[in-house]
């Protein structure tokens, strides 16, 4: 079982940056962020594999940077040039296989959720 604590989200700015993190408790994991507008679906913003290969959503790509540190057992989100359409709960996810999947029913396990709210 693996456990997932995200941090980090908070009101802010047009423009702003906020950096989200998430502690985990088992390494050989895929891992990913999603977020969830309020009345939206659930949708992958960033995901990264084992060896450190990143995929990201078009509507994200080059705000957004993921990053993992397996040593402090966290993952990162950097989100830069924050947006009003960035609102939304953002939640940490770990895989199995199915590694850098933009599909929510690929991965096993989820965090709580930050919210991030931009205006």
């Known amino acids: 079982h693996v456990q997932l604590v995200e941090s980090g989200g908070g009101s802010v700015q047009p423009g702003d940056s906020l950096r989200l993190t998430c502690t985990f408790s088992?390494?050989?994991?895929?891992m990913g962020w999603f977020r969830q507008p309020p009345g939206k679906d659930r949708e992958m913003v960033a995901s990264i594999d084992s060896i450190g290969t990143r995929r990201y959503a078009d509507s994200v790509k080059g705000r957004f940077t993921i990053a993992k540190d397996n040593a402090k057992i966290t993952l990162y989100l950097q989100i830069d040039s924050l947006k009003p359409e960035d609102t939304a709960m953002y939640y940490c996810?770990?895989?199995?296989?199915?590694?850098?999947?933009?599909?929510?029913?690929?991965?096993?396990?989820w965090g709580q959720g930050t919210q991030v709210t931009v205006s």
């Open positions: 088992e390494t050989r994991y895929c």
């Open positions: 996810a770990a895989a199995r296989y199915r590694c850098l999947s933009d599909r929510a029913s690929d991965y096993s396990y």
